[in-house]
């Protein structure tokens, strides 16, 4: 069974300003609720707040990810200005990404060029572990960023050497604006501003994100063909809302023109193609988990 040709799917490619602008006005939404919630609550009720934040900062992978595409607004600039705003706090800088993601797109599952798959992965639980809880997440984060900051990107093939100059005066900026808010943070309201506002929450959630994240092509065929190499998360519509769509994973890599908004209409007309489609998150770590085990 073939996929249906990119031309098939054209009509659902329009982008729109106004449905990008209200997903983003929800997410700045929760972001503020939940910062308030952490300014508020006193002594260990912050726990459950600062949990909470992490989860919209973290989800704002799902605002990275669709301007990178410039599928989030039909403007591209404001594409890439909420892009690269939505990529700091998580030390991923949006031109860096973009680099990485599309290569991505152009390689998903070669073990050698799809650069997810650097290093593979794992296969054993303390590595499954160790992988869910961030560590090389951050320390990639931390590597990427000093390799900016020295303007030496040689090391990821991925990146065009025409186009280093301009991530990396990008990666520069980012760093010097969150080094910057950080130390006027802590200087006009205590040192535990960043912490609580910005390290811890990105600590928390970003372990999440891990679990999110882990579950679009693991198990997945490692070949190039859209149908099967790639898994759509039949999961609920906050999910759904939280993530920007994200959820419909097979039918945005079939198809990446397609804005988030219009991806539910592509999954109406792809669902009986697609090898896979899980039923949720939790189920699949699940399932996942006992396999490792074993």
């Keep these: 069974m073939q996929a249906p040709a990119p031309s098939a799917m054209m009509h659902l490619s329009a982008r729109s300003d106004a449905r990008g602008l209200r997903q983003l006005a929800i997410h700045l939404s929760l972001l503020l609720g939940a910062g308030l919630l952490v300014a508020l609550l006193p002594g260990w009720w912050k726990v459950p707040a600062v949990l909470l934040l992490g989860i919209a900062q973290a989800a704002l992978f799902a605002p990275l990810h669709e301007t990178v595409?410039?599928?989030?607004?039909?403007?591209?600039?404001?594409?890439?200005?909420?892009?690269?705003?939505?990529?700091?706090?998580?030390?991923?800088?949006?031109?860096?990404?973009?680099?990485?993601?599309?290569?991505?797109?152009?390689?998903?599952?070669?073990?050698?060029?799809?650069?997810?798959?650097?290093?593979?992965?794992?296969?054993?639980?303390?590595?499954?572990?160790?992988?869910m809880l961030a560590i090389p997440y951050w320390r990639a984060r931390l590597r990427n960023l000093w390799d900016g900051l020295r303007g030496d990107l040689s090391a990821y093939s991925f990146i065009n050497p025409a186009t280093a100059p301009r991530i990396i005066r990008s990666m520069r900026a980012m760093v010097a604006a969150l080094a910057g808010l950080a130390l006027l943070s802590a200087l006009l309201f205590g040192w535990e501003a960043p912490l609580l506002f910005w390290v811890l929450p990105q600590l928390v959630g970003q372990p999440l994100l891990r679990l999110y994240l882990f579950t679009e092509h693991t198990g997945c065929s490692m070949d190039r063909n859209g149908l099967t190499n790639t898994r759509t998360m039949l999961t609920t519509r906050p999910m759904r809302l939280l993530m920007w769509n994200m959820p419909f994973h097979a039918e945005h890599h079939l198809y990446p023109f397609i804005p988030f908004h219009r991806l539910g209409e592509a999954h109406a007309a792809l669902r009986g193609r697609l090898a896979h489609l899980h039923p949720g998150y939790a189920r699949w770590h699940a399932e996942h988990w006992r396999t490792l085990r074993a």
Aim: aromatic share 12%; glycine share 4%.
């Design 69 to 131: 595409h410039h599928t989030a607004f039909a403007n591209r600039r404001l594409n890439a200005a909420v892009g690269w705003l939505a990529s700091a706090p998580g030390l991923f800088n949006w031109h860096f990404y973009q680099q990485f993601h599309l290569a991505h797109h152009r390689h998903t599952q070669d073990p050698v060029k799809d650069p997810e798959l650097a290093p593979p992965p794992p296969t054993r639980l303390p590595g499954f572990v160790v992988k």
